[in-house]
């Protein structure tokens, strides 16, 4: 079951390729994939690992610190 629903997602994702495919079809000859399909499941399943890597830890707002405002001197040139 998981391979047919890894190969929709592989067919889906050189569907939607368009105009990059001719890029990524060199890009996985440069990098060393046997065939592209392979380079495409490899794609998809980095995306997959990395998004639930992600840490989910509460966002907490971040206070910022009041600067202070030097006042300039006033200096008259003969002093």
Do not use: H, W
């Amino acid at each position: 079951m998981d391979n047919t629903f890894e190969n929709n997602q592989i067919e889906e994702f050189i569907a939607n390729l368009k105009g990059r495919k001719a890029y990524e079809e060199k890009k996985a000859i440069k990098l060393g994939f046997s065939n592209f399909e392979v380079y495409v499941a490899n794609k998809i399943s980095n995306k997959i690992s990395e998004s639930s890597s992600v840490c989910k830890a509460s966002k907490q707002r971040v206070r910022l610190k009041n600067k202070t405002k030097t006042k300039p001197v006033a200096t008259c040139g003969c002093c």
